[in-house]
Each structure stands twice: as C-alpha cells, then as structure tokens.
C-alpha cells in the first residue's frame, strides 16, 4: 500500500497496481488532452489506468474524469468521450456527463471555422449507485415558500402531476459548473502557475465535497500541480497523488506543505 496524505511521483499505472482493491472513495482528475501538452514527455496508458482505477475504487465509488479533445485538421478527434465510453464498457456507470465552462475563454478567432470552444468534459463515472451525494445548494430560488406542482412528460406523451414541493431559499445548482481558468484565475497559488494546465481549486472542492465524505479516501492518479490533494486536505479528506514528472511532485508537495504552514500560523 502506498503511504497516504502524499504525493507520489512516478508511472501512475505502476503505482496503481501497488494499491490493494477497494480501498479509493473518489478519484477526481484530469489526464492529458490527446498530445495539447507535453509535459516533459512522458507516456501513458489509458486503458491500464481505466482498468486500474476499476480496480482500486470501492463500490458506490466515483470518478470525475476531466477532459477536452485536441484540435486535428480542424475538427475534434473524440477521444474524451470514446474514454467516457470505455469506462462504461469495463462495467462502471457513466453516471452524469458534466461541464466545466471557463467563464474567461472567450476570445473568438473566425479562422477556426467554428464558435470558441469555452468548456470541458466532467464525466462522473460511478461503480454501481454513488454512495456519496451531496448536492451544493447554492442556486437563490426566486420563488421561495411558493407550493409548486411538478410536472412530468410521460413516455405516451402526457403528463403526469400528482407531486407537489414546496420550494426552499435555495435549490442545487445544475449540472454545468462556471470558474474562471486560466493563470491568475484558477487558484491563489502562484507556484501553481509552474504547471502549465491546471484546473480551478474550487472544481477539485466541489466535486470531492459532492462525492465524499470527511475522512474518505480521494486519489488523483495525474495529480500534477497538487490541486485535488490540496482540495482533499483541506476538506478534511484522506488523499494519494500520483504523478510521473519530478518538477510537478514537487510543486505538489509545496503547496500541500505551504497550506500546512498556512493552518499551524492561524
Ligand atoms: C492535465 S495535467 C493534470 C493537472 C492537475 N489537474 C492540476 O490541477 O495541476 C496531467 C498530468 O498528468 C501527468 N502524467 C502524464 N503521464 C503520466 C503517467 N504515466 N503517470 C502519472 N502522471 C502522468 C502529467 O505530467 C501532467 O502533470
């Protein structure tokens, strides 16, 4: 078994197999994008990690796979949800596709023959029924105390509406998460920055509030700059991150170091 609460650096697929079955609560993550970025040239491979990381999630475990298609001769090549795809062929649920917009990313150039690409793939995959949901109330209700009847189209067309809920101060959000990206944006840590493609703080905290509870398990096998270790920490999770290339693991490290400081200080 790994060592918890670290980050790990090295082959994710190899270090997976050193992890016993069953034992990750929630893995959120973010793999290459096709061949977007480098990263110090190092490989892998996802159908060892898919298998892997079916291997090590318990059930009711999710996976909150973040990801984009690269760009070739114009048009996208698909590979984010042939992934999608596969996870479901290996027997896990596709849960719920989400989306990441940036609410930043709206630069529009008329040479790319099409409208500005502004979001990402969230799949959430699951291994059976989620054991964890818990939704992020923070969409304001117009329409508070109002008894509102819900309405349901039927198959055979009609509708069904023999339900009523009264509504509350606030409901949970939908299934299209905004953050600004982008450097300067995604996180208030500047050492971050030395990687060149993180996602937002606050996407890694959502999804690990949403999907685990205090003290559960979070693995992000392509860890990066450390964001969903430094989420899970700072949610009161238990966390592995694994990463291939030395320079990131020790980014890694400091920001979880720094956010140790940052809480003995207070
Ligand atoms: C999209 S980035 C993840 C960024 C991360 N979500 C963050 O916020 O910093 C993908 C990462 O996967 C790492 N990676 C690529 N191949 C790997 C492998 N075989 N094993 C482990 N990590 C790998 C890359 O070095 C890169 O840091």
């Given at each position: 078994m790994l ?15 050193q992890l016993p ?246």
């Amino acid at each position: 078994m790994l060592e918890l609460d670290k980050i790990h650096c090295g082959d994710n697929c190899d270090l997976l197999g050193q992890l016993p079955r069953e034992c990750i609560d929630l893995v959120v993550t973010s793999p290459p994008y096709d061949d977007l970025r480098t990263y110090g040239g190092h490989s892998w491979d996802f159908f060892g990690v898919a298998w892997q990381l079916k291997r090590v999630l318990k059930p009711g475990g999710v996976i909150v796979w973040v990801v984009a298609d690269a760009t070739k001769d114009g048009s996208e090549t698909g590979s984010s949800m042939e992934q999608a795809l596969h996870f479901k062929r290996l027997g896990l649920n596709l849960h719920d596709t989400m989306i990441y917009e940036k609410s930043k990313a709206h630069v529009f150039d008329p040479r790319q023959h099409r409208y500005k690409h502004t979001a990402e793939f969230m799949f959430v995959v699951s291994k059976g029924k989620p054991r964890v949901f818990n939704p992020i109330m923070d969409l304001p209700v117009v329409n508070s105390g109002v008894v509102h009847k819900v309405r349901q189209r039927l198959p055979d067309g009609s509708i069904r509406s023999d339900r009523t809920v009264t509504l509350g101060d606030w409901q949970a959000r939908g299934a299209v998460w905004v953050y600004e990206g982008g450097v300067g944006h995604s996180t208030k840590d500047a050492i971050a920055f030395e990687h060149p493609a993180i996602f937002p703080d606050a996407l890694a905290s959502d999804h690990i509030a949403t999907w685990s509870n205090p003290g559960d398990l979070v693995l992000d096998p392509f860890s990066g700059s450390g964001t969903t270790a430094k989420a899970a920490k700072e949610l009161g999770r238990r966390f592995l991150g694994l990463e291939i290339n030395p320079e990131y693991c020790a980014i890694a490290e400091r920001r979880i170091a720094q956010e140790t400081l940052e809480l003995e200080a207070v």
